[in-house]
């Protein structure tokens, strides 16, 4: 059984910076691919990023394409999420997921079989 941990949400000022991380334990982290995903009240889950396992593929959401950036580190079962320039829009909280894939990455929530618990992301000055 796969488990998924995200941290490093918190309060911060527009255009500052976080770092999310999603460690990942029961399995090899190689094996899957991994997405990012972030719910605000009263809205759908929408998906922000995800990273292949295998072929270096990335998919961003095109309301963070260029502020945010995913990478993984398989030897440390972790994958980061880099926010820059944060925006209030941005406020949600944030989980990760993981889907037994080798090649390429999927945006839908619905493709992901295992998933953490979330971290609160809030941007507010």
């Known amino acids: 059984q796969v488990q998924l941990v995200e941290s490093g949400g918190d309060l911060v000022e527009p255009g500052r910076s976080l770092r999310l991380s999603c460690a990942v334990s029961g399995d090899t982290l190689d094996d899957y691919a991994i997405g990012w995903f972030r719910q605000a009240p009263g809205k759908e889950r929408e998906g922000v990023s995800c990273?292949?396992?295998?072929?270096?593929?990335?998919y961003y959401a095109d309301s963070v394409r260029g502020r945010f950036t995913i990478s993984r580190d398989n030897a440390k079962n972790t994958v980061f999420l880099q926010m820059n320039s944060l925006k209030p829009e941005d406020t949600a909280v944030y989980y990760c997921a993981a889907d037994h894939l080798y090649y390429g990455c999927a945006e839908h929530p619905q493709a992901y079989d295992y998933w953490g618990r979330g971290t609160q992301v809030t941007v507010s000055s």
């Open positions: 990273i292949s396992s295998v072929d270096a593929f990335t």
